[in-house]
């Protein structure tokens, strides 16, 4: 167990390392591409030269990536080379903290909704309340989040004069309420569609367990039914949930980009958005390592949480 | 189907169940899947709806999608279905012509991603070793980004220098590979999974006894094993690429400005006038989310037909 945890422990910056330098060479490495970015269509050849210079762009990539890497670990990812050039650092710390916020709301939110859903499907398999269920979430699987944002916007605006978007953003630190009055939409939106994967998932690994022996056992031994589906049924399917809520934070993660371009959140999704229209390279290696970090520590954790949820585990 | 275990015993129905079933001509078992699948059927029909309106977009009542008209912002009517935007085009036209991009988008990410996928997972699993190792971290790194994200970062990054291929435009081939790229450490990790499984069978051991060569091992006693899978890798891919396809476009990330696709339509300039024109915001994400529901139904009864061990699994 402790051997896999540091195993795992050094497996992550390894991979993140690797990362850097895939998008290092996809971002960054193309003639002249980010110098062009900061002279914004200056196009004086001397100039140009110099801005190069300046900038390191004229040494080799490798040479390059490796000044890059050195400040990285120390937690300075360079500056926007979009002026005003801020700290890309500065600017995804002030940011992240809405987008992992957003992110746990709609995994709760998910997780709220999904899971019941999942269990009367399992419970009331092939009756008609299990097959309008399952019609739901397909559909909740199908429509895509950038429209029903939309929709949001659009038909209580049209219908009650009353839009979900706000045009101050205040942080849950400075006014929870208010934050969470804003940040709730965009969380719903993704939420709905990571519940409707929750529940086809909670559905199909309650019913393996259904016809497990012990489920068997339990019944035979004159357990009340809920018992039976709550203790003994719900606990076991635990781990592939556990699975899918990890591996939706990705889903979810990816969602947050349009999600908070819709509702105007200021979070890394929109601060990565601005940066792709930008072409604001060093802004999207920032952010998109930052995604990719948070990806990562969050399946890490599901991946010791199983050890929790199912003590047959051993690492 | 009872899986209820608390049935009572009904006798006539087990015996009936372990007779031999009568030869079924192949109408017949399309009859029977109809009966047995009427959400699959449902799907079929969508898809099939959906090809048959991208065919023969240019003669139902359409005008270039692209083309400028003076009927500015005209609610839906006989001339214009689903009425104009804000330049005039004409929105029946985009969203019947939308739909080729997400079908050619689809099926081509599909295509490539799975194909791709499938290759690299038959090479590392059977090889084992460095080739193993080299392709699996390498999809660990990709793992460790959202699909859309990657899928995001790719299309904007690559793509200067995309050739026009007949029939896909640089602008759209650089979408599709970006797809593609995203979905393929998926791919890759369930049919490596598969070909580990299936490298370690006795078929494929006797083959290896009776001197058949790796080439063949591989085309013959894995791959076949191997399609059940790759299906059901498709049924899911496809409509997950036409809705990745529409979110890159609704950002401005994945076809060229002006091209017909639904995500595009959604997005841009016409947010704008959606408070005007509500049909605007309307029918291109009402296509979409049918498409994609058409697939995922018909993908959902196919995986229970091909495959019933992946019964409502997926």
């Known amino acids: ?315 | 189907m009872s899986e209820n275990p608390n049935t009572p015993i009904n006798e006539a129905e087990i015996l009936e169940s372990f007779a031999v079933p009568p030869r079924t001509g192949r109408f017949k078992t399309v009859l029977n899947w109809i009966v047995r699948e009427p959400f699959g059927t449902l799907g079929a029909f969508l898809i099939m709806l959906m090809v048959f309106v991208s065919v023969f977009a240019p003669v139902l009542n359409t005008t270039d999608p692209m083309g400028f008209g003076v009927d500015i912002l005209q609610a839906p009517s006989v001339d214009h279905f689903f009425g104009t935007d804000r330049t005039g085009k004409d929105l029946w036209s985009r969203v019947l012509y939308g739909g080729r991009i997400s079908l050619k988008i689809g099926l081509a990410t599909v295509i490539i991603g799975t194909f791709a996928g499938t290759v690299f997972a038959l090479l590392a699993g059977f090889f084992g070793g460095f080739v193993d190792f080299i392709f699996g971290r390498i999809t660990d790194i990709l793992f460790a980004v959202p699909t859309f994200l990657l899928a995001l970062t790719l299309s904007t990054s690559i793509g200067a220098d995309m050739p026009d291929l007949p029939g896909i435009p640089s602008g759209e081939l650089v979408v599709i590979i970006a797809i593609s790229v995203g979905f393929m450490p998926g791919i890759f990790r369930i049919m490596r999974g598969l070909v580990l499984e299936q490298r370690g069978t006795e078929y494929v051991l006797a083959a290896e006894v009776t001197g058949a060569s790796q080439t063949r091992i591989m085309a013959r006693h894995i791959l076949p094993n191997m399609l059940g899978l790759m299906i059901v890798a498709t049924s899911i891919t496809l409509p997950a690429a036409i809705l990745t396809e529409s979110a890159l476009s609704f950002l401005g990330a994945g076809v060229p400005p002006g091209s017909p696709s639904w995500g595009a339509d959604l997005s841009g300039a016409s947010r704008t006038y959606l408070m005007r024109a509500p049909w605007l915001a309307v029918f291109p994400g009402l296509a979409l989310s049918l498409t994609v529901f058409g697939f995922n139904i018909f993908g959902d009864a196919l995986r229970d037909t091909l495959d019933p061990r992946l019964r409502g699994k997926i």
């Open chain 1, 1 to 315: 167990m402790r051997n896999y945890i540091i195993r795992r422990l050094v497996s992550v910056p390894l991979m993140l390392i690797g990362l850097s330098l895939l998008l290092f060479l996809l971002l960054w490495v193309r003639p002249g591409s980010a110098a062009f970015g900061v002279a914004g269509g200056l196009s004086l050849d001397t100039d140009f030269e110099r801005l190069e210079e300046r900038m390191g762009l004229n040494k080799p990539w490798y040479e390059q990536y490796g000044m890059w890497l050195g400040k990285a670990v120390q937690g300075d990812f360079g500056n926007s080379l979009v002026p005003p050039q801020n700290s890309v650092t500065s600017q995804i710390s002030g940011r992240v903290g809405n987008t992992i916020e957003i992110g746990l709301l709609t995994i709760i939110i998910s997780a709220v909704i999904g899971i019941p859903i999942g269990i009367i499907s399992a419970v009331k398999r092939n009756s008609k309340l299990d097959v309008t269920l399952r019609t739901i979430t397909i559909l909740g699987i199908s429509v895509p989040n950038f429209w029903t944002a939309t929709l949001l916007l659009v038909l209580p605006a049209k219908f009650f004069g009353w839009t979900p978007l706000s045009t101050d953003f205040s942080t849950f630190g400075e006014d929870p309420i208010k934050n969470l009055s804003i940040v709730i939409w965009p969380a719903i939106i993704l939420a709905y569609s990571s519940a409707a994967y929750t529940a086809r998932l909670v559905r199909s690994s309650m019913l393996e367990v259904f016809y497990s022996d012990y489920v068997r056992t339990a019944r035979a031994k004159g357990l009340v039914e809920r018992i039976v589906v709550l203790r003994h049924a719900f606990r076991n399917s635990l781990i592939p949930v556990l699975t899918v809520i990890g591996l939706q934070l990705g889903v979810i993660l990816g969602g947050a980009v349009i999600a908070e371009q819709i509702f105007a959140i200021p979070g890394i999704g929109l601060l990565t958005y601005k940066a792709y229209l930008a072409q604001d390279y060093t802004v999207v290696l920032g952010t998109v390592m930052m995604f990719a970090l948070l990806f990562v520590l969050v399946n890490l954790l599901v991946d010791l949480l199983y050890t929790v949820v199912d003590p047959r585990i051993r690492y």
